[in-house]
């Protein structure tokens, strides 16, 4: 049995990642840099926005100085109109609370993009105070620093990490932890190359998690 569940954030608690990404898509296209929403998501997903600016201006966006902090409006603004949990994510952590075993959540998105998503589908509560941001640590996946300083936090020698993106199975998988891999849309292959638990339905985590 497992001694803590680390969750990543969009596209795994919430489903955000289509939305987050139509707003980029959209406001890259604005600096020259036209792409189709599945390009954007698979280019971006799972980075952090430092490293989306910079592989964006490689790629031949012209990118202001102050770019992030605008794309963050935009993309806040979106989101604050609505994003749904991830299905059957509410049922999972309910078993998770009633076999008392511990979660959080560790992403490369801000804590402020956070309060937004989670906020708005009653997880805040559950997770404010387990919350774990590249923006706050100044390090984010694939550098498994986050997930090192999340089970030290609650003293775990078992956690589990579940993660959508190559960035975040890699930084499980350099931390030493099993990880399961949500890809519902597909593209669970290239994650089960890195070293992951390849699951489409949130349902699927109980059994392998043996809840």
Known sequence: MHDLVIFDCDGVLVDSEVVSNQVLADNLAGYGLHLTLPECM????????????DKARAMGADLPAGWIDQVYVETYDRLRAGVPLVPGIADLLERLDQKGIPYCVASNGSPDKMKITLGQNGLWDRFKDVMFSAHVLG???????????????????????????????TAAIRAGMRCLAYAPHGGGDSLADLGAEVITDMSQAHQLLGL
Do not use: C, Y
Not at 150 to 160: L, S, Y
């Open 139 to 169: 390090t984010g996946k694939p550098d498994p620093k986050m997930f090192h300083l999340a089970a030290r936090h609650f003293g775990a020698e078992t956690p589990v990490v579940v993660e959508d993106s190559h960035n975040g199975v």
């Open 42 to 53: 698979s280019l971006f997903v799972g980075g952090t926005m430092v490293g989306v600016r």
